[in-house]
């Protein structure tokens, strides 16, 4: 197929009435098919049956040093569990507390409490001017909600291969004090499915903030959801990077076990040097009594040890990573050589990334919800919903079973190609 | 028993003496008993052993709306928990949001979101000078402590046998616009026992704050926990009475079901206006992406329905009811007759209130505590931890075992008697 760039007005009239009868056809299905969010699917949960037998009435409730997890007490998690979180997070336990259900409520409670509190006796945000945040792009629409809820000034930095462009990362943060943070999601980076090298993480930790209360937002979101294609992702554990590095106050991590058993039903876990966690526990032992450590006590009995938890991803890996891959070869087959978008390959996470020709994915993604597919909206992945070239579209392929991601597909590839010739045709 | 301030100093030496004789013996126990905070016993989680058979892997985890509790969404709870807890709270599943564990956590949150967005539109109450809460006292310590960590300024209104004093509350609330909220345990209330009376409910209702931010801390932690001694106590609901005085925005309900399952690992539930609720919404929106839905099935499937938890409450209530009989019994044996303090003999809750001479309550925690036994914090009942006249101490006789329980009242006792001479001698 020739490339449509190179094609005459001709020929693209041509191609766009072929592509709009096609285009009619589809949306004379009737289909309703969802690639929005990074959802497990059905076939993953209910794996996870044996679950719902790890607490029974037979069972003792009891953590390893005694504690009733039936009972009020143990603000930061039972043992057991800061141990299976600090083992998934590559820390120690005496960094960790479990929290709730949600890694997302976690990160927005710490920006919550720098607003409201300030960060180890600076200022409360809420009490400055102005308050900003790095956010690389493409990224995690929910993290730019929080700082955007709370009027925070949010600045794009471009994520490449290997990270954020670290040299504009260094030039804000080391020189602005307004610059509070920075978001991140460093392995198999959501929607990218870049993991940040070596190299950016160490300069990551070795940044000097002209603002104390400046931390980095280390969303490892994906920290063990590998596709186990034989080319799994490594991440430098930043925490003890930023301890070498003399700035062990530097990092917030977050992490849960949304999709490891259940979103909405598992645990997650902050991470951070003592001196953080003890602002924090000073903090929260006024906001609660405690977490639900029953669910805690489910997590460390279920998987025993990390070791269980990787085995189960591997299981999770079988039936995510045939709809990887047929995401993979249907973009090839029908857009290969047709210059008209490219994509990540990535080895891990829940996202491909695709980038259409400029000023065409909101085309796209309103094409394909006509015709029944539902994607995360265009604009999503950045600040403000503004893509600046309208280019970037988030494509979740874990929720459908197989066969409905075939047709979302189809229906997908078809909108690329429809769009981008009515772009070429100006 | 002659009355102590009847007594002549030497009559007063000499049970000094025995009294002494006796703490000494009792210390010499080596005791370790704690009746400091409203626990549930062991015995009473032993009961809930079915509860963990709820969803078991042959369970099917759909909501009655086809949604599967497994997955992200439902942001305000499944509907039937919407249902459970309405039912709890008498109102309606729409105005009701189900959120995590804890209900402390969503009062936290909820003066935490006025601080940093106003409420409704008004100003967020970071930005003013001042903000005020009044606090019936004696109170719940860990409502004080939330207003502390904000800066709000707390104010005293006495509680009486109706609630509290409404003339004060009408007089600040209705004048100064930095009044924004009260706390309120209105039924069995924490510590007194106290349940508020129909005209007090009515009056709250038809309160005409000065501040239109200003809304009452309606803290039903008690609603269904009868001792079933024949003698219920009954509220009137208040949301309903704020409708029909035209204040539906008046009032925050709060409940859980922390002491009618499991401490951290129940369900918790605001209820409110459908306008309140909608500016709550459009915020936890982005704070996270949903509450733990398998744990709402469980609760659910186990009660079935608002009268399988008043039957599992007469349950608990035959393991707690002997509990403050014999708080009530042995407190009558010991100190009836001396005139050294008085004491509530409630009918649900989780508390006995018991009010020393004046100046008595703290040298009474720190003899109880000498010998073995750990009370709540004397002062903890009010703001700041400062008991004006230092004479209230909250009982809390769930946690212990009967026999346990029985040894603590023999210490309890004794150190009221040792310090009330102490007093009385000067």
């Not at 920006?111 to 009490?127: D, E, N, Y």
């Not at 980095?216 to 294609?229: P, Q, R, S």
């Not at 039903?265 to 001196?275: N, R, V």
């Not at 906001?287 to 189960?312: A, P, S, W």
């Amino acid at each position: 197929m020739k490339k449509y760039s190179e094609m005459s007005k001709e020929e693209l009239e041509k191609e766009l009435q072929t592509l709009k009868g096609a285009y009619e056809d589809a949306k004379g299905k009737g289909l309703k098919l969802n690639m929005a969010r990074g959802l497990p699917s059905e076939e993953q949960l209910d794996m996870e049956a044996d679950f719902f037998n790890t607490l029974n009435p037979q069972s003792d409730f009891f953590s390893e040093a005694g504690i009733d997890c039936r009972n009020y007490g143990e603000l930061t998690g039972i043992h057991e569990a800061r141990q299976l979180m600090a083992d998934m997070m590559e820390v120690s336990p005496e960094e960790i507390i479990v929290f709730g259900n949600s890694s997302l409520n976690i990160m927005y409670d710490t920006v919550a409490r720098s607003m409201m509190f300030g960060v180890l006796g600076s200022t409360p945000w809420c009490r400055l001017d102005k308050v900003k945040f790095l956010c690389p792009v493409p990224g995690y629409d929910r993290h730019f909600a929080i700082t955007e809820q709370f009027g925070i000034e949010m600045i794009n930095i471009p994520l490449g291969e290997d990270g954020p462009d670290m040299d504009m990362v260094e030039e804000y943060v080391n020189n602005d004090p307004a610059v509070k943070g920075i978001w991140c999601v460093p392995k198999y980076s959501n929607p990218t499915g870049v993991t940040y090298s070596d190299e950016t993480v160490r300069r990551f930790a070795n940044l000097k903030p002209a603002a104390e209360d400046f931390r980095i937002y280390w969303d490892n979101a994906y920290t063990i959801h590998h596709l186990y294609n034989g080319k799994e992702d490594k991440l430098l554990e930043i925490l003890s990077e930023c301890k070498k590095a003399g700035n062990p106050n530097l990092v917030w991590k977050f992490c849960s076990t949304s999709k490891v058993t259940f979103p909405g039903s598992g645990i997650a876990a902050l991470s951070a040097s003592e001196e953080n966690l003890q602002y924090v526990k000073k903090l929260i032992t006024i906001q609660t009594i405690g977490y639900d450590k029953l669910n805690q006590l489910r997590h460390v009995r279920y998987f025993k040890n990390i070791e269980g938890m990787h085995e189960h991803m591997k299981k999770h890996a079988k039936i995510i990573r045939p709809k990887f891959d047929l995401v993979i070869k249907r973009l090839g087959e029908e857009l290969d050589g047709l210059d008209v978008g490219t994509w990540t390959d990535p080895n891990g996470g829940y996202f491909v990334s695709f980038n259409s020709l400029e000023g065409c994915a909101k085309r796209i993604v309103g094409l394909c919800k006509e015709a029944g597919v539902t994607l995360t909206g265009a604009g999503a992945t950045y600040p403000y919903k503004k893509d600046p070239t309208d280019s970037n579209i988030r494509i979740a392929p874990t929720f459908p079973p197989i066969n409905e991601l075939a047709q979302a597909l189809d229906i997908f590839t078809l909108c690329v190609k429809l769009a981008s010739v009515e772009k070429l045709l100006g």
